[in-house]
């Protein structure tokens, strides 16, 4: 059973570009979970969504970040007019039901490196 | 969700117990704890967790003092790469976002 996937692993992006990461949960997993580390910091909650629903965006910067998970397909995190202080390793999580008593499993993050 | 207080770093020799310490002084009735690691800038493992029992599993085990105040994360046989930065959570049983910490650097060492 392949685990949580995310692409590309590394994304280098110029100031102003547009990055697109990509998650792709467990296979039965319909609870995705984004997080943002900075170098050398800990891991910070960014989002939480369901099939085609967000359910907690409170760790979401207000401007140019958003997620999705659509119906079919992976979940993706936009970021729009990419500056410096986005470079990060970002990490996709996903649970087999909702996240009361129930772990997440990581996937292996994408390094985003804005030039 | 409450948080939690670890050592910063810990060495332990290959082979031997390693011991990981977390004080959750303020946790309630219906937080669990969470343990994972992560690996030089791998994405976060999962360990184990618990609510008030004593929990086994094929990694670790997690030990929970009777007034759930603290807990003791332990990797019977360390090896040389369980050497990572273990994080532990808690976290309510409704939603709750994962709050990871500093964490503690754990080295082994040969």
């Known amino acids: 059973n392949a685990g949580v996937m995310q692409n590309p692993r590394h994304l280098v992006r110029r100031r102003g570009q547009e990055a697109r990461l990509r998650c792709s949960p467990m296979?039965?997993?319909?609870?995705v979970y984004w997080y943002r580390q900075l170098p050398e910091e800990g891991l910070k909650f960014m989002v939480y969504?369901?099939?085609?629903?967000?359910?907690?965006e409170s760790g979401m910067p207000k401007e140019r970040f958003s997620a999705e998970f659509p119906k079919e397909g992976p979940s993706i995190l936009r970021i729009q007019q990419v500056v410096r202080g986005d470079s990060a390793a970002y990490f996709c999580a996903s649970s087999l039901q909702g996240p009361a008593n129930n772990e997440q499993f990581f996937g292996p993050g994408t390094r985003l490196t804005v030039l | 969700d409450a948080k939690t207080t670890q050592p910063p770093s810990m060495d332990c020799a290959e082979g031997r117990a390693a011991n990981l310490p977390c004080n959750h002084s303020?946790?309630?009735?219906?937080?669990?704890v969470y343990w994972y690691r992560q690996i030089h800038s791998q994405g976060p493992q999962y360990i184990i967790h618990g609510l008030k029992n004593n929990e086994t599993n094929e990694m670790a085990s997690l030990i929970i003092t009777e007034d759930r105040k603290s807990s003791t994360l332990i990797l019977p046989h360390a090896t040389l790469r369980d050497t990572a930065v273990y994080y532990c959570i808690v976290r309510g049983d409704s939603w709750g976002k994962f709050q990871f910490g500093a964490g503690t650097q754990v080295v082994v060492t040969p």
């Open positions: 296979k039965g997993h319909s609870h």
């Open positions: 969504l369901q099939k085609e629903n967000i359910i907690d």
């Open positions: 303020t946790i309630s009735g219906n937080e669990y």
